[in-house]
């Protein structure tokens, strides 16, 4: 069992930056594939990024490329996601989900996922 806690959301304004945390408890964290999606009011869910167990691979969607940078402390369960020079659309509730393997893009299966951290952008 793993259990998933988002933190580090907020406002900020745009051009500005933000890391997101993602706390893990469970000693199994390490075996895991972990990926960052979001959802804005009224949209699908997108898919931000995604890192393998190792760290080794990663992922990541279209609209965050050369702006958001995933990684993980395994000694420390936890995973991030850096978001650099944030704008308007950025703004959603960003969630952080645990796989098996490495999910190279938007995926509707995760065996665990967090409630979610509300990042905000203004202009």
């Known amino acids: 069992q793993v259990q998933l806690v988002e933190s580090g959301g907020g406002l900020v304004q745009a051009g500005g930056s933000l890391r997101l945390s993602c706390a893990a408890s469970?000693?199994?964290?390490?075996?895991?594939?972990m990926t960052w999606f979001r959802q804005a009011p009224g949209k699908e869910r997108e898919f931000v990024a995604s890192i393998s167990w190792s760290g080794g691979s990663t992922y990541y969607g279209d609209s965050v490329k050369g702006r958001f940078t995933i990684s993980r402390d395994n000694a420390k369960n936890t995973v991030y996601l850096q978001m650099n020079t944030l704008n308007r659309e950025d703004t959603a509730v960003y969630f952080c989900?645990?796989?098996?393997?490495?999910?190279?893009?938007?995926?509707?299966?995760?065996?665990?996922r967090g409630q979610g951290t509300q990042v905000t952008v203004s202009s």
């Open positions: 989900a645990a796989s098996p393997s490495i999910r190279p893009g938007p995926s509707r299966t995760y065996d665990y």
């Open positions: 469970g000693r199994s964290f390490s075996r895991y594939a």
